[in-house]
């Protein structure tokens, strides 16, 4: 298995500029997170899927961001519009979760995002 | 609200001692405790985890120690390497929920 595929791996974009971020979770995982990492503020959890349905967004700052799951094998999570403080490294992580067992996260080698 | 406070910062160790990162939760209802490490351009991979049902587990030579009434955990790392030289994580989470709080992360640094 190639593990968890994000893309871009590096991202440059100019503030009010739509990005879009990709990932394509380990086949059988059932469920998804995207993470936010940033010096100040470590990993910050900020949408969770299971079976491909959003359970907690919580931790989505804003409105501007938005994440979906249409199928088992593929998520996105926009920004529109970005601004500079969305610069950060973005990860995306595939778990499998059964019963009340968490059997580990695996992520990806997450996306840098710079907004200038 | 940070719910799981890790320390320190930042290590330094020479090779061959005994690293030591800690880790203190507020949330009673956590039942799993991870470690991850992770290396310069790479995502946090899982390095060792334990349940509150045992006060301490080994996997060569990483420990973590769990206390739960003073709702505290450790990782040691013994005989540290260069290649250990990493940012290590703690994490907790409610096992019926399934998301992972991470701590801040300790940058460790081995030197040769």
């Known amino acids: 298995d190639a593990g968890v595929i994000q893309s871009p791996r590096h991202e440059v974009t100019e503030m009010g500029q739509e990005v879009t971020l990709r990932c394509k979770p380990i086949?059988?995982?059932?469920?998804l997170f995207w993470y936010r990492q940033t010096m100040m503020r470590g990993l910050e959890l900020l949408i969770y899927?299971?079976?491909?349905?959003?359970?907690?967004d919580s931790g989505m700052p804003e409105d501007r961001f938005s994440a979906k799951m249409p199928n088992a094998s593929f998520s996105t999570l926009k920004i529109q519009p970005s601004e500079p403080r969305d610069s950060a490294v973005y990860f995306c992580?595939?778990?499998?979760?059964?019963?009340?067992?968490?059997?580990?996260?695996?992520f990806g080698s997450g996306t840098r995002l710079t907004v200038v | 609200q940070q719910q799981v406070k890790q320390s320190p910062q930042s290590l330094i160790v020479q090779k061959g001692g005994i690293s030591i990162i800690n880790c203190a939760y507020e949330?009673?209802?956590?039942?799993?405790f991870p470690w991850y490490q992770q290396f310069p351009g790479k995502g946090p991979a899982l390095l060792i985890a334990?349940?509150?049902?045992?006060s301490e587990k080994k996997e060569g030579r990483f420990t973590i120690s769990f206390n739960k009434s003073a709702k505290q955990f450790s990782l040691h790392i013994m005989d540290s390497q260069p290649g250990d030289s990493a940012t290590y994580f703690c994490?907790?989470?409610?096992?019926?929920?399934?998301?992972?709080?991470f701590g801040k992360g300790t940058m460790l640094l081995v030197s040769p």
């Open positions: 992580a595939s778990s499998f979760v059964r019963g009340r067992g968490n059997y580990g996260y695996t």
């Open positions: 086949s059988g995982h059932n469920s």
């Open positions: 899927f299971n079976n491909n349905v959003p359970i907690d």
């Open positions: 949330n009673t209802a956590f039942d799993y």
């Open positions: 334990i349940r509150p049902d045992v």
């Open positions: 994490a907790a989470a409610n096992s019926g929920y399934s998301t992972l709080t």
